[in-house]
């Protein structure tokens, strides 16, 4: 089945604990994203990748970092956590194109304390 | 800069209604693509449907089609026959080209169906 999978679903955790959120698709997609998900303002990018090795800040990049060592996965790092970035998270997948559709993960509840 | 404006916060039809929820969209590139999401209660985001700049007919999937007004900049969304499990969170979003890997989106527009 064509899926983008995010871990963990949900996660609680203290400001200042670096953590990790993982995306994986396997749609041999060229491009990733990563959004952020608030009350109000829709969805804004944070990061997002074109191809391996290739990554560029969206509107919303500080606190966040990314990596792309493999073409399905596009992990989002918070190095140091703030409670500013508790959010719902989405990772996106498509080919490039206008006309393609990016294909969202399931989301990623983030709390930090 | 490219900018999406959903104008109503939220909405209300009855079944089995048309409803049409609005979006006008901002920005100087002459080649870009308008889609529209939808994310129920449970907060995944579905493709709904897809409209290109340079698309003479409005495109049409299901009951969804895309009311496309180019000289207004607007794309709006109309449900037919609405259902219960149209109740919803629907975003409208854009990408333009030379920057493809970026969907812009507006702030939502939440429908409710009711009986």
């Known amino acids: 089945e064509a899926q983008v999978t995010q871990n963990p679903r949900y996660l609680i955790t203290v400001t200042g604990k670096k953590l990790t959120v993982t995306c994986s698709q396997n749609?041999?997609?060229?491009?990733m994203s990563w959004y952020r998900q608030d009350p109000g303002l829709g969805l804004r990018q944070i990061y997002y990748?074109?191809?391996?090795?290739?990554?560029d800040k969206g509107d919303v990049p500080e606190g966040y970092k990314v990596s792309r060592k493999e073409k399905r996965n596009f992990p989002l790092i918070l190095e140091s956590p703030s409670p500013n970035q508790t959010s719902l998270y989405f990772c996106?997948?498509?080919?490039?194109?206008?006309?393609?559709?990016?294909?969202f993960g399931d989301g990623t509840r983030l709390s930090i304390l | 800069a490219q900018k999406i404006t959903q104008t109503q916060p939220g909405m209300f039809v009855q079944e089995k209604e048309a409803v049409t929820l609005d979006c006008t969209y901002d920005?100087?590139?002459?080649?870009?693509?308008l889609f529209w999401y939808k994310q129920p209660s449970s907060g995944e985001m579905i493709f709904l449907i897809y409209?290109?700049?340079?698309?003479?007919q409005n495109a049409t999937e299901g009951r969804y089609s895309l009311n496309f007004q180019k000289a207004r900049k607007s794309a709006n969304l109309v449900i037919s026959a609405s259902q219960l499990g149209d109740s919803a969170m629907y975003f409208c979003?854009?990408?333009?080209?030379?920057?493809?890997?970026?969907?812009?989106f507006g702030t939502g527009t939440r429908l409710q169906v009711t009986l």
């Open positions: 996106a997948s498509s080919f490039g194109g206008l006309n393609q559709p990016q294909h």
């Open positions: 749609m041999n997609h060229e491009y």
């Open positions: 990748s074109m191809n391996v090795e290739v990554t």
């Open positions: 920005t100087s590139d002459q080649s870009y693509g």
């Open positions: 409209q290109g700049s340079y698309d003479e």
């Open positions: 979003a854009m990408r333009v080209g030379g920057t493809a890997s970026k969907l812009t």
